[in-house]
């Protein structure tokens, strides 16, 4: 099974799916994965050094540009909707 | 020189036109350095019939392709492709493009090519087919667009063609666009035009809930370049042709990220709820002992075709090796839910499936590898669920459609030309055109007819009239408070469409479907409201979509027998 814990948890604004996970903590404000978002659905935060703002997550493609491009490992994390996550399971396990 | 869109062919053919010296102007909705259905990576590249490996010629190729589809095919583009695309490989290796396994990782392995270090896929025997490692593209085509000094306008939607006169038919002079982040409006001038912008989706498949991922193409790919194209009198063919959607981000799992023995995950073991191995057989129905057979042509076959441009009624002289249709495994007494057993796997062919497909793969590198690798997936302990047959990963109705494998589009001649004087089209713009190696071969094949052209175009003024009227038109949405948003449009558009224009068509059907088409543009369209650039850019998509619609009914109610391969 897959081990959901690791996934994250909460979105960033409540009202849709957050595709992006971004620790406020570990992030820069660099604004990096706002350049290569070729949907350009971040804004900058309006404090220097803050955390890009996910103005229009409902439009994301979930293909990790933004996190590819982060200098900073962990800063910001990708993350499936619950209804497109997969299940694996142990090879010689028969659930 | 003007490039619209900045995607595989648009910076192909961006790159070949400055080589020539000319001034190059490059527009793109998103980000250059990792726009379009390839900037997040590419894992095989088709066609490379002129690599020293190769065991077919580019005409043997072409006429394969050509066939396979029942002459539902562009013979011209896939020649380019064909001829050209393995020199457009040797171009990426220079600009920074992994294409070689240069640091032996897979040294022995059968489908490498020791003395080249190539890597192939599908057909081992014969060699047509590259695993390469396309993460790395697309930033090093942007970066060489920037040392050529191509002028690249990112974050800025073309809208319309400028034609000599403002005249509709005319010879394509300029383009206007719009800036995403500004609301600047743009008028380009240019001696020559190539379209770039790819192919029309949402069509049929929209989710207000994840718009984003409503199809299996980045969502700001929506066909603009066919609605300007149509309004500007571009021909095109095969428009009526749609397919069972295959792929939609909404209805489907992640792309690549269920087990299945398709694409990238060719040829992967698969095994049944209980453990129990699924037959793999060639086209003659011969059960195949070994995985290494799963990428040998069958006794006597020449060889076969495998990837992004498979038919959908393949020739038998072309078909590759295949698991047992899942109705017949289910006869057989096979149990759901089937696995793709990648611990079954030699090591070798693993590691190319899951490390280096899966991960060079678009969409895949962080979504899938890194994702599935932190949330504990291990390829040689784990089993990975299939959720359809084949790659499909998902079922969809039958009147939900898609614009898949290789729809229709522009009519080209032998230079990539239009019908319109000035206008060139490369890659998905194109009709019957699919993949990463066709888009960069006619990219910049096109560049460079486009280059010859723009040379001896007389000069000709750009009708302001013609330009105001565009503006006019786009920038209409943000002058209005209330009214209908984006999403709503599009949801209208999807539905129409579905019951209009699903799996059963006639005339009364059609007619009635642009009926409501018309009533959408009439009532609707004046009433879009959008509160920023922002959101204009994606209420001009939803307009273009609901143009592109149009076309297809229009060329839909055009057709009076059916096709099979056009699905139709
Ligand atoms: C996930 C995924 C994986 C794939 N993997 C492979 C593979 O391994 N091998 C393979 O051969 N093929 C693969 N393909 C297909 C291949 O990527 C495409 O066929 C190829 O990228 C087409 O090139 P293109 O230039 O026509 O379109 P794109 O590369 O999609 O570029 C179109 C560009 O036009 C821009 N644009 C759109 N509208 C406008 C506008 N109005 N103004 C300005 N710009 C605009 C877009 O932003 C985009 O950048 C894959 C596709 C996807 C989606
Ligand atoms: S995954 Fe892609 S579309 Fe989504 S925010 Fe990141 S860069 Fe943008």
Not at chain 2, 186 to 210: C, Y
Not at chain 2, 303 to 314: A, L, Q, R
Not at chain 2, 321 to 333: F, K, S
Request: aromatic share 8%; hydrophobic share 35%.
């Amino acid at each position: 099974m897959t081990d959901r814990s690791r996934l994250g948890e909460g979105p960033l604004r409540e009202e849709v799916p957050a595709p992006l996970f971004i620790d406020p903590e570990l992030c820069t404000g660099c604004n990096l994965c706002l350049e290569v978002c070729q949907v350009d659905l971040m804004l900058p935060h309006p404090e220097k050094g803050g955390p890009p703002i996910l103005r229009y997550p409902e439009e994301c493609w979930y293909e990790g540009s933004c996190v590819e491009v982060c200098p900073v490992p962990g800063a910001i994390r990708l993350v499936h909707p619950p209804a497109n996550r997969v299940n694996w399971k142990l090879k010689e396990s028969r659930s | 020189m003007l490039v619209l869109g900045g995607g595989i062919a648009g910076c192909w053919a961006a790159i070949a036109a400055a080589r020539e010296g000319v001034g190059v102007t490059l527009v793109e909705k998103g980000a250059t350095v990792s726009s379009g259905a390839a900037g997040s990576g590419c894992d095989h590249w088709e066609s490379a019939a002129t690599n020293p490996c190769s065991g077919v010629t580019p005409e043997e190729l072409t006429r394969a392709m050509i066939a396979d589809h029942g002459g539902y095919n562009n013979g011209i583009s896939h020649y380019i492709e064909c001829r050209e695309g393995y020199d457009r490989l040797l171009d990426l290796e220079a600009m920074g493009g992994k294409i070689r396994d240069s640091e032996d990782e897979f040294a022995g392995a059968e489908f490498r090519d020791e003395k080249t270090k190539f890597l192939f896929a599908y057909d081992y025997v014969n060699r047509f087919t590259l695993r390469v490692w396309g993460t790395t593209f697309k930033s090093a085509l942007h970066a060489e667009c920037r040392r050529l000094g191509v002028q690249v306008i990112d974050r800025t939607m073309a809208t319309s063609l400028l034609s000599e006169e403002g005249r509709q038919g005319g010879r394509i002079i300029g383009a206007t666009a719009v800036n995403g982040r500004t609301g600047e409006f743009l008028v380009l001038r240019a001696g020559a035009t190539v379209l770039a912008m790819s192919r029309p989706t949402r069509i049929w498949l929209f989710s207000t809930g994840l718009p984003g991922l409503s199809e299996f193409r980045p969502p700001q790919c929506t066909g603009d370049g066919h609605a300007m194209g149509w309004k500007a009198g571009v021909e095109f063919t095969m428009m009526e042709k749609s397919v069972q959607a295959e792929w939609s981000g909404e209805r489907s799992y992640p792309p690549y990220g269920t087990g299945n023995t398709h694409n990238t995950w060719y040829a992967c073991s698969m095994v049944d709820a209980e453990g129990r191995e699924i037959p793999w057989v060639d086209r003659d129905g011969r059960l195949l002992e070994s995985v290494s057979e799963r990428y040998r042509p069958a006794p006597g076959q020449r060889f076969f075709i495998k990837g992004g441009g498979e038919s959908y009624f393949p020739l038998h002289d072309y078909l590759g090796p295949d698991t047992l249709p899942v109705d017949q495994l289910l006869e057989q007494g096979f149990k759901l839910p089937f696995y793709a057993d990648l611990p079954g796997m030699p090591e070798l062919e693993r590691r190319a499936i899951w490390g280096l497909m899966v991960g060079e793969e678009g969409k895949t590198k962080v979504p899938i590898l890194q994702n599935y690798t932190g949330a504990g997936f291990d390829p040689d302990t784990h089993l990975l669920q299939s959720y359809g047959d084949g790659w499909r990963s998902g079922a969809f109705l039958p009147q939900e459609r898609q614009l898949f494998g290789l729809p229709g589009g522009m009519m080209n001649d032998w230079e990539l030309r239009t019908n319109l004087e000035g206008l060139f089209a490369a890659g998905d713009q194109l009709f019957a055109s699919n993949c990463h190696g066709h888009a960069a071969a006619t990219g910049h094949y096109a560049g460079r007819h486009a280059v010859e052209f723009a040379m001896h175009a007389a000069d000709a003024p750009i009708s302001a009239e013609q330009a105001e009227i565009e503006r006019d038109r786009i920038m209409a949405p943000l002058d209005r408070k209330r009214g209908l948003t984006w999403k709503e449009l599009n949801a209208a558009v999807a539905r129409q469409m579905q019951h209009h224009c699903g799996a059963f068509k006639t005339a009364d059907l059609l007619e009635s479907g642009l009926a409501a088409l018309d009533d959408l543009e009439e009532h609707e369209v004046p009433r879009l409201r959008a509160g920023n650039p922002h959101e204009l850019i994606r209420t001009l998509e939803v307009m273009n979509i609901l143009t592109n619609a149009r076309l297809i009914l229009h060329a839909s109610l055009a057709r009076q027998a059916s096709s099979k391969h056009l699905q139709w």
